[in-house]
């Protein structure tokens, strides 16, 4: 069955230091992929996607994430955390005959920034 | 611009009872979805409107759920005789729909907490 996996239920890292938030997939071919980000309260954001091509693909807010076919990762990175940076993150896929459009998301990571 | 929005932000109703969640997606978008966000399933996805096409509904958990987009433009999730499980926040969003191969960017509102009691 497809799925998305992210290992990381919580991450705590401090302002300033670099992040990384893993992301595997389990798909019968290389699905499109998303990292959303989402705030107390808030919806869904986009903040990168990748479809094919370039395998490092630059977001907003300075994020960026790679795509490794060999090990069905697409894990998102950013050099320097800020705390406005604390939120919940999800990586989500889409693909498969009817389902380009149907996300599938894993279980997200909660960011946490000490000062 | 006006972004997706949802009504109600909130809502709580007693087991049993009928509920309807709208949603208006941005203007000209033609593609809508709708998904759910639980502590237990995390988000799923319930169904897909796309212009004038058949929904795909393969997401809806039971007949008990269902959905419509009048006019190619708002939507209603409804839910009948709801249980303690349907208990979640109900998120949609919209899209332009314009690759063939799909993976349009999703616009998601802010969702309508739903607790049934």
């Known amino acids: 069955a497809q799925s998305v996996t992210q290992p990381d239920i919580h991450i705590t890292v401090s302002e300033g230091a670099s992040l990384e938030l893993r992301c595997n997939y389990s798909?019968?071919?290389?699905?499109?992929l998303f990292w959303y980000v989402q705030s107390p309260g808030q919806g869904l954001q986009l903040l990168l996607k990748?479809?094919?091509?370039?395998?490092l693909v630059q977001g907003i807010k300075g994020f960026e994430a790679e795509f490794k076919r060999s090990q069905s990762s697409f894990n998102l990175r950013k050099p320097s955390v800020h705390w406005s940076d604390a939120a919940e993150y999800f990586c989500a896929a889409a693909r498969g005959a009817g389902g380009y459009n149907k996300l599938i998301f894993g279980a997200g990571t909660r960011l946490a920034v000490h000062p | 611009g006006a972004g997706v929005s949802q009504s109600p932000s909130n809502k709580v109703t007693e087991k049993g009872k009928d509920v309807e969640l709208r949603c208006d997606p941005i203007s000209g978008h033609t593609a809508l979805y709708w998904y759910r966000q639980s502590l237990g399933q995390g988000l799923e996805f319930l169904i897909y409107?796309?212009?004038?096409?058949?929904?795909?509904k393969s997401g809806l958990p039971s007949d008990r759920f269902s959905a419509e987009r009048t006019g190619g433009s708002v939507s209603t999730l409804t839910i009948q005789r709801t249980q303690q499980e349907d208990s979640a926040v109900y998120l949609c969003?919209?899209?332009?729909?314009?690759?063939?191969?799909?993976?349009?960017?999703?616009?998601f509102g802010p969702g309508t907490r739903l607790t049934v009691l």
């Open positions: 409107f796309q212009g004038n096409s058949a929904p795909d």
């Open positions: 798909y019968g071919a290389t699905p499109y």
């Open positions: 969003a919209s899209s332009l729909q314009v690759r063939r191969g799909g993976g349009d960017t999703q616009y």
């Open positions: 990748y479809f094919s091509g370039d395998t």
